[in-house]
């Protein structure tokens, strides 16, 4: 069965803090590997991975995927308050939908 | 607004109310979701419509049932509800359910269902 482990599940962080959070995995015939930010309710999409190796990059957010270890990192740079949220991970192999980790709960301290 | 509209935001129910839920996207995608997030649990899947037609059915009990009656519009009807089925809602869409483009899913903002 496809399973996606996030950790930690929660953490707190002051502003200004760098943070990496988790995402493995355990999929068959794996195909790419979505990260998702939820502050009230609907998720908005930050990055989709396909290649190990690769980082994608949006201001202060970066995340990296590693195929062979079945990992991914988000790392997030100089938070704000305004980083707090519930970070999702979801993993979607070919011919399926996408399963989704229980996620990390964010909270950013001024 | 993300493009996906869900109607109503809140809903309380009783147990013997019947009740819908609505979603609409303005994007063009052909397939459409629904998910339930309880607290403390992973999003699951519910349904998925590709091109109106059913793909998948999550093992869902009967008591709720979707109805897609074009690939904008995404229905969940609500009948006989257990206060377990208390939840948020999300609809979602995406260019194709086998390989949704470089965004993912596009997600609405869910109704909140409260069972009392």
């Known amino acids: 069965e496809d399973k996606v482990v996030q950790s930690p599940l929660s953490l707190v962080v002051h502003e200004g803090d760098t943070v990496t959070l988790n995402c493995s995995y355990e999929?068959?015939?794996?195909?790419?590997l979505l990260w998702y930010k939820q502050e009230k309710k609907a998720p908005t999409f930050l990055f989709m991975l396909t290649s190990s190796g690769i980082e994608k990059k949006s201001g202060r957010l970066s995340s990296i995927l590693d195929k062979k270890e079945l990992f991914s990192i988000l790392n997030i740079t100089a938070t704000q308050t305004g980083d707090s949220a519930v970070y999702l991970c979801?993993?979607?192999?070919?011919?399926?939908?996408?399963?989704f980790g229980p996620g990390t709960r964010l909270s950013v301290l001024p | 607004e993300t493009g996906v509209t869900q109607t109503p935001r809140h809903l309380v129910m009783g147990m013997t109310n019947k009740k819908s839920l609505k979603c609409e996207q303005h994007l063009g995608h052909n397939a459409m979701y629904w998910y339930k997030q309880s607290a403390k649990k992973p999003l699951e899947l519910m349904f998925v419509y590709n091109f109106k037609e059913q793909t998948e059915n999550n093992s869902v009990p009967s008591r709720f049932s979707p109805e897609c009656p074009n690939s904008s519009h995404l229905f969940l009807h609500l009948h006989t509800l257990q206060p377990e089925d208390s939840a948020l809602y999300l609809c979602?869409?995406?260019?194709?359910?086998?390989?949704?483009?470089?965004?993912?899913?596009?997600f609405g903002s869910g109704t909140r269902l409260t069972v009392v």
């Open positions: 999929v068959t015939n794996f195909r790419s």
């Open positions: 979602a869409s995406s260019q194709d359910w086998t390989a949704p483009d470089g965004r993912g899913y596009t």
């Open positions: 979801a993993v979607g192999n070919y011919g399926q939908n996408f399963v």
